[in-house]
């Protein structure tokens, strides 16, 4: 079982940053692959950002590259998501995710197994 708890969100103007935390409970953190994904109102939550278990390759959603980064510490059992030049359109409530995968990093939600409560992140104009 693990217990993940997102931090870091809040108001920001367009163009600023923000930095996302989200710790983990549990030993095994370091051998999850773990997610971002957001949930902008009225739509489907959707995926932001993956980094596999070792922290050697990451995957974001097309429309971030170049923006996010996604990094995690095991030591603090802890990932990250880093993100610059903010956007309205990317107002949502952001949540961490845990699961185990092999090969591509996933960006489907039923791949995860855990999920944070969420942190909302809201970016005006």
């Known amino acids: 079982q693990v217990q993940l708890v997102e931090s870091g969100g809040g108001l920001v103007q367009a163009g600023g940053s923000l930095r996302l935390s989200c710790r983990a409970s549990?030993?095994?953190?370091?051998?999850?692959?773990m997610g971002w994904f957001r949930r902008a109102p009225g739509k489907e939550r959707e995926f932001v950002a993956a980094?596999?278990?070792?922290?050697?390759?990451?995957y974001y959603k097309d429309s971030v590259k170049g923006r996010f980064t996604i990094s995690r510490d095991d030591s603090k059992n802890s990932v990250y998501l880093q993100m610059n030049s903010l956007k309205p359109e990317e107002t949502a409530v952001y949540y961490c995710?845990?699961?185990?995968?092999?090969?591509?990093?996933?960006?489907?939600?039923?791949?995860?197994?855990?999920w944070g409560q969420g942190t909302q992140v809201t970016v005006s104009s």
């Open positions: 995710a845990a699961g185990h995968a092999s090969g591509l990093l996933p960006t489907r939600l039923n791949a995860y197994d855990y």
């Open positions: 980094i596999s278990w070792a922290g050697g390759r990451t």
């Open positions: 549990g030993r095994t953190f370091s051998t999850y692959t």
